[in-house]
């Protein structure tokens, strides 16, 4: 398996090297982004191991630019421990997110793991679990099954979790595959799914929702939008399986 190391830490790299060596083959190191990403479209590696802090372009900026057909998996190495930081990589399509100092072993297993499957599958690969979890969110926060934006809003946060990067497209890419899956328009999934998140915010199930995210940042003035809300629910999911 080829990897590429992207890090500003030159003696990380180096150890890094020494120590992936062992079972893998480094390709490649590059101390920023941009450095990383050209080396991602010229030696195509099975996986990139990426620092998120680092000078000119940050792991963030190469999650972002890179291209959509790539097949080359992302493991963010970080020293950044905040759940802000995490959320927003494995949303950007990093497949795991790993806090340094790293254990070999653990980062050996990782990286075994990979060709089997990414995040996105690994919720999937139990559909029903799945199901239920996003069935539990709903009732915990007071969306009832009757109102038609309950089917909608269970699917677009399907699509999220398969895809985080689409809730950056709501507009012109979640809102029409859901249109065209249950034969509506892109403008009706859109209201009913405002309607949904309108329903839970009037039954004043606000620390509910609160405690379900581990945050407390809305209230009765304060819901969030579409987006907001469906990113929040696949991100949970998606924390909970790294």
Not at 95 to 105: Q, R
Request: hydrophobic share 45%.
């Amino acid at each position: 398996m080829n990897i590429l190391l992207v890090d500003d830490d030159v003696e990380l790299l180096e150890k890094l090297k020494s120590d992936l060596n062992e079972k893998f083959e480094v390709v490649g190191t590059a101390t920023n982004g941009r450095q990383g990403l050209e080396l991602i479209n010229s030696l195509n590696p099975d996986v990139a191991i990426v620092d998120l802090i680092m000078p000119e372009a940050d792991g963030y900026w190469l999650l972002e630019n890179m291209n959509a057909s790539c097949h080359t998996k992302i493991i963010i190495l970080s020293a950044l421990s905040k759940e802000g930081f995490i959320v927003k990589a494995t949303r950007l399509g990093a497949v795991y997110y790993i806090i340094k100092p790293y254990d070999k072993d653990v980062l050996y297993n990782r990286i075994l793991e990979l060709p089997q499957k990414n995040i996105g599958t690994l919720v999937r690969s139990n559909n029903k679990s799945l199901e239920e979890k996003i069935t539990n969110i709903f009732i915990t926060v007071g969306i009832p099954a009757h109102i038609k934006g309950y089917k909608f809003l269970r699917e677009a946060i399907k699509l999220a979790i398969d895809n985080p990067s689409i809730v950056n497209s709501i507009t012109k890419k979640l809102y029409p595959v859901i249109a065209d899956k249950f034969s509506t328009s892109a403008s009706k999934v859109e209201r009913s799914i405002r309607h949904a998140i309108e329903v839970a915010w009037n039954k004043g199930r606000i620390e509910n929702i609160n405690t379900l995210f581990g945050v407390k940042v809305y209230s009765n003035k304060d819901r969030p939008t579409n987006g907001e809300f469906i990113a929040l629910v696949a991100d949970k999911m998606l924390l909970e399986v790294i």
